[in-house]
């Protein structure tokens, strides 16, 4: 069964530090989204991302983020200048309609130290 | 706002059935999904209900849809040791974004 894939599964960055985390979401899917788990609280979402552009972006989704798909199958979350409070799982899903149900990668485990 | 509310912790003897029960606010809600996280590792979309069905039976598991309450519940039948995870309840709404639980941890005792 197609999946989304995540990589890296585990990344320690210094604070003040520029990361990307990346996503191959499933091939037919159109709709991509990204959310995050700060350990032991609830998965929150970022943003949502569909004909190159944002649809929807939450108030944790400020400058210091941005989204992109570089290419036909890579789509990437940029954290500018990384804080301790990034530190969280981050999950990477897609879908192939809006109102169909998203499927998720196995996240990556950001550290900030 | 929109909101997913479900008891944190669940502890049901091994062979039994267990129930994780869910409230959400948002009326819109397209899709009601439960999703398994097990220690460590990614969100597994474990089975999902269209908003218009009262009803979804795969395999052990039944979810059971109340509209007008806006309750769902997931029943795990015959519970085993591999069923040890976080269970999430989620809302999928008009607007596409996913609203999520705090989980749900069910534990097994022998």
């Known amino acids: 069964e197609p999946e989304v894939t995540q990589t890296p599964s585990h990344q320690v960055t210094q604070m003040g530090q520029e990361v990307i985390l990346r996503c191959v979401p499933i091939?037919?899917?159109?709709?991509f989204y990204w959310y995050r788990q700060i350990l032991g609280q609830k998965v929150e979402f970022l943003v949502s991302?569909?004909?190159?552009?944002?649809?929807?972006k939450s108030e944790i989704f400020d400058d210091q983020f941005s989204v992109e798909r570089p290419d036909g199958s890579n789509f990437t979350l940029k954290i500018r200048s990384t804080k301790l409070e990034d530190s969280a799982m981050y999950f990477c899903?897609?879908?192939?309609?809006?109102?169909?149900?998203?499927?998720f990668g196995d996240g990556t485990r950001l550290s900030i130290l | 706002g929109e909101d997913v509310e479900q008891s944190l912790f669940l502890s049901v003897r091994e062979g039994d059935s267990s129930v994780i029960n869910c409230t959400y606010t948002?009326?819109?809600?397209?899709?009601l999904y439960w999703y398994k996280q097990e220690p460590g590792a990614g969100l597994q979309l474990l089975t999902y209900i269209f908003s218009n069905m009262d009803m979804k039976q795969d395999q052990r598991l039944t979810v059971l849809l109340n509209k007008k309450d806006k309750h769902l519940s997931l029943r795990i039948a015959d519970t085993q040791t591999g069923d040890s995870a976080i269970y999430f309840c989620a809302s999928g709404g008009s607007a596409s974004k996913i609203i999520f639980g705090s989980g749900t941890r069910l534990s097994i005792r022998p």
């Open positions: 091939s037919n899917h159109l709709y």
């Open positions: 899903a897609s879908t192939w309609a809006v109102d169909q149900p998203q499927h």
């Open positions: 991302f569909y004909n190159n552009e944002i649809s929807e």
């Open positions: 948002d009326s819109s809600s397209t899709y």
